[in-house]
């Protein structure tokens, strides 16, 4: 073996150490896609529901930026222990992650057009369920997280139509 392959052949072999311990869990992602019609435009939409912290509203906790100011990278901490980060953002739209999450969650809230006096509210995440807690049942967490955002929606849809 020459002097030039001993370096990778090390690296390797302490790679294989490091993994010989551990069991790997292959990830199992799934998606929930949820929306609500509303009779306003998009733009209109956006400015009542499309404040960073208006979650606390539509969640009924507290939403407190941890940094930032509300736009791309800003930090917020939901019910003083979720951190979540905005990690993407449009006219229309925002992405979040919680880097501190085991499922790897990510969730992004848009308003569409949908003709010149109407659009929806769209509320999709992502998640790997497999690393749920002991006890949890994929179907209890995703029904969970449904009856969330649908709540969300729905309180999103009444505050753009007035009610």
């Not at 539509?58 to 736009?71: A, D, H, R």
């Not at 951190?83 to 993407?88: F, T």
């Not at 994929?138 to 969970?144: H, I, M």
Request: glycine share 10%; net charge positive.
């Amino acid at each position: 073996m020459s002097n030039r392959t001993l370096p990778c052949w090390l690296a390797l072999g302490i790679a294989g150490l490091a993994g010989a311990g551990s069991q790997a869990v292959a990830a199992d992602y799934t998606t929930i896609v949820q929306s609500a019609a509303v009779a306003q435009p998009a733009a209109e939409v956006w400015k009542k529901v499309g404040d960073f912290c208006n979650i606390g509203a539509w969640m009924k906790l507290k939403c407190v930026y941890t940094s930032g100011t509300g736009g791309l990278g800003t930090v917020r901490q939901l019910a003083g222990r979720i951190d979540e980060v905005m990690v993407a953002r449009t006219a229309h739209s925002y992405t979040i992650a919680q880097p501190a999450s085991k499922d790897g969650f990510h969730a992004t809230l848009d308003v569409e057009p949908a003709g010149p006096h109407a659009s929806r509210i769209v509320y999709s995440m992502v998640y790997d369920q497999s690393n749920l807690a002991p006890g949890e049942t994929k179907q209890r967490y995703r029904a969970q997280h449904i009856r969330m955002c649908a709540g969300a929606l729905e309180w999103m849809k009444q505050r753009v139509q007035g009610r």
